[in-house]
């Protein structure tokens, strides 16, 4: 379609640009990309930080047509996209760790901020924000994060292009957005699965207020993560962080 692009040097946030710019009535569709942000947040208050110029930094404006309880699945969605493209583009052996982190090998390659605003009981925009280790050099990872950070580079020992891995992932995003939006999550919840490999693992779960331990049984058909506790409870997350309690 007709769409904008917007690039920036330095900005707060691609998400935070990216919805003010929904707010103002971008259509679907427009895309935010930065080299840098002086604000870069993750889930949960978190902060991403990224060194100029290495990742790859972008939200896009959505406008699906669904009910809000099915916006996790942008977030599950994108998260496939990017998990194909890599493999694809690099040979990385990408993994999904529910709902919204990329690891290889136990390591976190990329993460998904994925923000909602609603008008009535609709859905007015989501905005679906990835920021991706991509030119990062192994040393660069300071002592604390080179456990569980990775990159493109550190993982393929060479450097990709960030324009190439962008347009592998919008074009994977496409199919996918086309088929959730016409034809319903199935394909993209199998795809999911696939590519999570957390189906059937012991897990534990962090959420704001408690801790959880138990097998998950299932993903829904919204998202929503399904686990099986050792007293039998059968419990619908949200939202939360999932650590694998068997290797
Ligand atoms: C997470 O792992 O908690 C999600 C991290 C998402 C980071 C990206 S970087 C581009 C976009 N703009 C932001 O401020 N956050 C997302």
């Known amino acids: 379609g007709k769409n904008g692009i917007v690039h920036h040097h330095l900005t707060d946030s691609t998400n935070t640009r990216a919805r003010d710019l929904a707010r103002d009535g971008a259509p679907e569709g427009t895309l935010v990309v930065a080299e840098a942000q002086s604000a870069g947040r993750g889930r949960k208050g978190r902060s991403w930080l990224a060194r100029p110029g290495e990742g790859l930094l972008f939200s896009l404006v959505l406008r699906p047509d669904m009910e809000p309880s099915r916006a996790a699945l942008i977030t599950l969605m994108t998260a496939v996209s990017v998990a194909e493209a890599l493999i694809n583009e690099t040979g990385i052996n990408a993994r ?130 399904l686990v099986q506790t050792e007293a039998g409870d059968a419990l619908r997350i949200l939202s939360g962080d999932v650590t694998y309690l068997d290797p």
């Open 96 to 225: 999904i760790k529910w709902p919204n982190d990329i690891l290889v090998g136990g390591k976190k390659l990329a993460g998904i901020l994925t923000e909602m605003s609603m008008e009535l009981d609709a859905v007015d925009y989501v905005i679906t924000g990835l920021g991706l280790n991509v030119n990062t050099p192994a040393k660069a990872f300071s002592p604390e994060i080179t456990d569980i950070a990775t990159s493109v580079m550190a993982e393929s020992a060479s450097a990709f292009s960030r324009v190439a891995l962008l347009q592998a992932i919008l074009s994977r995003f496409e199919t996918h957005y086309q088929t959730l939006t016409t034809r319903g999550p199935e394909t993209i919840l199998a795809r999911w699965k696939e590519l999570s490999d957390i189906v059937g693992r012991r897990v534990r779960v962090s959420m704001m207020r408690e801790e959880i331990e138990g097998q998950v049984t299932d993903i829904d058909a919204d998202g929503v993560l």
